[in-house]
């Protein structure tokens, strides 16, 4: 991928939290709140998550795909943008921008066998108009840093190679992309808040380490803050809420 | 953040909400390529005035929606900021002809078209090199080189492979700049060289002989081999190695460059299709006696650049610190370079067409029309020496030199014949243009035009039914075609300058150099 992230386009499009916690007029009209709005996205990701998983594509082209939806959000409403055609679309633009094609087609397959619900229905060629317009939203940036690389240097740098410590902390950055902490922060804090997290959960003082890296440790800290209060509240989600959520979507205005 | 402020302002006060313009913006004035996805036009943005080139993305015929080749050089050029790589400006769509029954478009603007707009160049560098009568000086040659190396070094750093580096992909504006353009086949790539990449890819007369003998793990160096191969083109007037199928492609290499072996390139051998494509006969180098002639900085260079073993090969970033560029005469500001009246290899080409129209009807009337096609060698100082003026006075020098069968030095005899000849190109499309396998049958072309169709050269005049016309016939070798060089060597020992030392003929024995 690009070799600098602070010269790329990631970068410059890094957003503000209240730029990216913003419910569009007309999903407002419709009665849904942020929290909704997060929920449906949050249930989006593990939607790509798992059409992912069978039509067998990297972790990174999922990564890829779930910014590419996050970024959507913060400049179009789920009224006109269904979340449940934009989700997959993405993952079929990612996979082409992260050069593992996958085809339309499959897509639509296991779209068909892992949903039987109506509203999940869409064919070959709603993707591919939808893919344009994603394309557009996107103000065709296609480009996206993930704190992947950033976290397997950073371990190494750390001397840490117990696989639990691995394993745990890039657990945890795959969990970020149930947020949008992609949109806000740069992939490097993120890697590192996710080391944090890890070192602490496994009773591991790294303090030194992080000491000696030239970084805000607030923002670090910031950001372990926000992950650590996303795990708490999504115990409290049910497919209760997030079928709410979406029957909000459903209302005419 | 406050830094994406700006360019979302911009963005904004152009267009209504997020995305893109209408195509309406523009009104499209001439076609100047043809593309490996559609038409390339020049066009003027009508609020300013401003000039730009339109490359048309077709999305008709697209089962897998936007082309991936589309979404490689977006991707690219969106991350590539640099004076010597073009600037992609925006992305219009263009409404469809789809209506529905009211008659009103159906909802899908997409299915008219996408276009990506460029800044506009006047020249490709394969249009500027093939204009009649053209002729680059060497601090010519030396300005395009660094800036053509320049750029690449950027994309090198960024770690995108071009791809298809050949003249038509090289474009020039008027004030001299050279930039790198049609990235349709440019890909990302990671230091370790550890994933494997497809082999299909850059225009067969410039493909490096590790792609032609199949590897898939590859880096920068590919790109640099085809740099070397313009290199050539550029001192020597003509494409060096014009193969027509890729055993042809390598048995030309290794005519010029020797065969490869163990030696020469560790680890050759391991290499898919080695086996099948080893020549059977010894082959030595003989780079150095072919283009003797040549500058003795250039010849080091491009000895460098022609490297068989991609590991050895120089970099974009050493190749911008050889001697060549720094010694007399030096690469020349590109704003004092002359502006040229605008082409493109696809005007070129078009123009050529017409003017062999035209000499057809001159034919019939019996009127001889001498002229100038085909490229000529470059001059040593802006302004100096016109061709004509090449005769006579140079001869002894080059009658000294071996006869070699493949070098330029046979054309003799045709002492003021008509230079030129056939062009690069068969007349049209139709005499069976080469079809590179990766781009179904198109190849790029700076915004993208076609392919060169290495058969051009070949029968001297293509079906134009020229045949009989007196510009010289074709012969072999690295002298395929007619002459292009009225008289003597490119650098004709004229000796102003830089004196006759430096140059040309009376060094041509001198093989002593350092590597």
């Known amino acids: ?253 | 953040m406050a830094l994406t402020a700006p360019g979302q302002q911009l963005n904004l006060n152009e267009s209504p909400s997020w995305g893109s313009r209408s195509v309406d913006c523009f009104e499209k004035l001439e076609q100047i390529g043809e593309g490996t996805y559609g038409q390339v036009y020049m066009a003027r943005e009508i609020r300013t005035g401003e000039i730009v080139a339109l490359k048309k993305i077709r999305m008709d015929n697209e089962r897998e929606g936007f082309p991936i080749t589309a979404i490689r050089e977006i991707k690219i050029l969106k991350k590539l900021h640099h004076e010597n790589v073009i600037k992609l400006k925006e992305i219009v769509t263009s409404p469809g002809p789809e209506k529905d029954e009211q008659g009103r478009p159906d909802g899908n603007k997409y299915k008219g078209g996408i276009y990506m707009v460029f800044e506009y160049m006047d020249h490709d560098l394969t249009g500027l090199a093939d204009r009649p009568g053209m002729r680059f000086s060497v601090p010519q040659i030396k300005c395009y080189m660094r800036q053509l190396l320049t750029g690449l070094h950027y994309c090198h750093v960024n770690q995108v492979l071009h791809r298809d580096i050949k003249g038509s992909n090289l474009l020039i504006d008027n004030e001299g700049n050279l930039k790198l353009a049609d990235f349709g086949l440019a890909r990302s790539f990671s230091n370790d060289h550890n994933a494997n990449l497809t082999n299909r890819v850059i225009t067969l007369w410039y493909r490096p002989p590790e792609l032609l003998l199949g590897t898939t793990k590859y880096g920068p160096a590919v790109d640099m081999w085809s740099v070397g191969c313009i290199f050539a083109e550029l001192l020597h007037g003509k494409p060096i190695f014009p193969g027509k199928d890729e055993p042809e492609q390598l048995n030309k290499i290794f005519e010029l460059c020797g065969a490869p072996d163990e030696v020469n390139w560790p680890g050759v051998s391991k290499i898919p299709w080695y086996n099948n494509f080893k020549p059977t006969r010894p082959m030595k180098r003989r780079l150095r006696e072919v283009f003797r002639h040549f500058d003795r900085h250039a010849l080091e260079l491009l000895e460098r650049m022609l490297t068989l073993d991609p590991s050895q090969r120089i970099s974009a970033k050493d190749a911008l610190d050889a001697e060549y560029f720094w010694t007399d005469p030096l690469p020349c500001d590109p704003k004092s370079l002359p502006k040229y009246e605008s082409s493109h290899e696809f005007q070129t080409k078009k123009k050529r067409q017409q003017q062999r129209q035209h000499d057809e009807n001159a034919k019939r009337q019996k009127l001889q029309h001498p002229q100038q096609h085909g490229r000529i060698p470059p001059i040593q100082q802006s302004g100096q020496a016109h061709p004509q003026m090449r005769s006579g006075p140079n001869q002894p020098m080059h009658n000294s030199q071996p006869p070699v069968a493949t070098g330029p030095s046979h054309h003799y005899g045709k002492p003021r014949g008509p230079a030129g000849g056939p062009g690069r190109y068969p007349p049209s499309g139709t005499s069976g243009g080469y079809n590179h396998p990766n781009r179904g049958g198109q190849g790029g072309g700076g915004y993208g035009s076609g392919p060169y169709p290495p058969q051009g050269r070949a029968p001297p005049y293509g079906s134009s039914g020229m045949t009989g016309a007196p510009r010289g016939g074709g012969s072999s070798g690295y002298g395929v075609g007619a002459p292009n060089y009225p008289q003597g060597a490119p650098y004709g020992s004229s000796g102003a300058g830089r004196g006759s030392n430096m140059m040309g003929g009376n060094r041509n024995q001198q093989y002593g150099w350092q590597q």
């Open chain 1, 1 to 253: 991928m690009a070799a600098n992230f602070w010269t790329s386009s990631h970068y410059k499009q890094l957003l503000d939290p209240e730029e990216v916690d913003v419910v569009q007029p007309l999903d407002k009209d419709k009665g849904m709140t942020l929290e909704d709005f997060k929920l449906i996205k949050m249930n989006m990701a593990n939607y790509i998550w798992k059409l992912a998983q069978n039509v067998k594509v990297r972790q990174r082209v999922v990564a890829t795909a779930v910014t590419y939806m996050r970024r959507v959000y913060t400049r179009k409403s789920m009224s006109e943008y269904d979340p449940r055609l934009v989700a997959p679309t993405c993952l079929y633009l990612a996979a082409k921008a992260e050069e593992s094609t996958v085809q339309a087609r499959l897509l639509v397959f296991y779209i068909k066998k892992l949903y039987s619900d109506e509203k999940y229905r869409y064919e070959i060629k709603d993707i591919l108009e939808m893919e344009m317009k994603i394309l557009e939203a996107l103000n065709y940036y296609l480009v996206v840093f993930h704190p992947y690389r950033s976290l397997s240097q950073l371990l190494q740098d750390a001397g840490i190679n117990d696989t639990s410590m691995i394993q745990l902390s890039w657990g945890l950055v795959n969990d970020t992309y149930k947020m949008d902490l992609i949109l806000i922060h740069p992939p490097h804090l993120i890697a590192l808040a996710c080391i944090y997290i890890a070192s602490v959960y496994r009773e591991k003082d790294i303090t030194a380490w992080f000491e000696e890296l030239r970084v805000d440790m607030n923002v670090v800290k910031n950001i372990s803050m926000e992950i650590l209060d996303f795990y708490e509240s999504h115990r409290l989600i049910t497919d209760e809420r997030i079928n709410i959520a979406f029957s909000k979507l459903a209302l005419k205005p």
